[in-house]
């Protein structure tokens, strides 16, 4: 059961920049804030360069060298009421979030929003926020047994009147949620989201999301992860899409791109980096197969704490447009993606990069005896992202 469909629009997406620090683990200069202002600004240019979906992470306690951020699902609410058409995915934690909670919020949002609220849920690895709290703290693939839980009852209490859910970890009994979602064609509720590269986590991905999100991977090890995936959603009949991350260093030339890079990584904050990758090689390692995210990440990989580099989105508008549209030909449907100065790179992307791409796409479905559905196209302004961009233009602006 494949996922490969050349005639729909790749779609963008952003990481919200809620926590400080920017998306680097580096000294390098970062023209970007987790303030709430920023933010709000960055969503409305995102929206006008052709972003369909902005994704606001969650961490509870400081991380990644980050002393402060903003908690997601408030923080997304805002940013929907900030904008008309972006989509805003919130991240959760199973164990933190009670699902027929989360179900009550998510509806509001949807109606506040007109249709555009979403979740991914993350079955969490960082053990000291569960146990801070006095949570409690389960095995890696036990985690995934209560996350794929948490997602039956979720979409169950969006989409069904009297649903019960008798489970190990959550009981639920002949409720029904009133109001239901928004009515948006084509989508039978909010959007589930859902992240991991073990085993564990391609198998529930496949069983029971709507997207399969991946750390950053190159594109031998993301067709690894779709295979995964689509032989857990082919034995439940599903057809799950997919989603990779990728940080963005777009410039003029292949050797400014490459410079800033090694900019980036030279100027990595060391004891920050060492802290996390000790923490997330236990997680990694934690798995049965040893196949969890980061097992097999280097000290540059974690300088972009989800290993956006090995995507290698690096490069011209063009190089970088020709690697996103070999990444459609294996599979993937969505690019989540990350820079170091938000506003002007983000208005950058969708000027210099994102026609390139449609471009490309367009050759690509002929090839294939198809046509790109252009219909299916996101409505952009790049007049009025440019009037909101607040930070004098990069290198790569051109």
Known sequence: MTTLDLSTPLKFAYWVPN???????????????????????LARIAENSGFEYALSQTRYAASYGA????????????LLL?????????????????????????????????G???????????????????LPWLEHDERYVRTEEFIRVLRGLWTQDHFSFPGKYYDIKDFTLNPSPVAVPGRPHPEIFFGGNSTAAQAAAGRTADWYFSNGRDIDGFRENIAGVTRAAAEAGRRPRFGLNGFVIARDSERE????????????????????AAAVKEAGQSTKDGKGMWEDST??????????????????????????????????????????????????????????????????????????????????????AAAVTTSPKLAVAR
């Open 19 to 41: 926590v400080s620090g920017g998306l680097v683990v580096s000294t390098i200069e970062q023209r970007t804030s987790w303030d709430f202002e920023y933010n709000k600004t």
């Open 67 to 78: 002393d402060k951020q903003h908690e997601a699902t408030s923080f997304s609410l805002g």
């Open 82 to 114: 900030a904008t008309e058409r972006l989509k805003v995915i919130a991240a959760v934690h199973p164990g933190m979030w009670h699902p027929g909670v989360l179900a009550k919020f998510v509806i509001t949002a949807d109606h506040l929003s007109n």
């Open 116 to 134: 555009r609220a979403a979740v991914n849920v993350v079955s969490g690895w960082l053990k000291d926020e569960f146990t801070g709290f006095g």
């Open 257 to 276: 791109a490459k410079e800033t890079l090694r900019e980036i990584v030279a100027k990595a904050h060391r004891p920050a980096v060492e802290g996390f």
């Open 299 to 384: 000290f540059e990989d974690l300088v972009q704490y989800n290993d956006g580099f090995r995507t290698r989105l690096i490069g011209t508008p063009e190089q970088i447009a020709e690697r996103i549209v070999a990444y459609k030909e294996i599979g993937v449907n969505l690019f989540l993606t990350c820079y170091l100065h938000f506003q002007e790179e983000v208005a950058a992307f969708g000027r210099d990069v994102l026609p390139i791409v449609r471009e490309l796409e367009a050759d690509l479905a002929r090839r294939h005896g198809t046509e790109l559905n252009t219909d299916l196209l996101p409505a952009v302004d790049l007049s009025a």
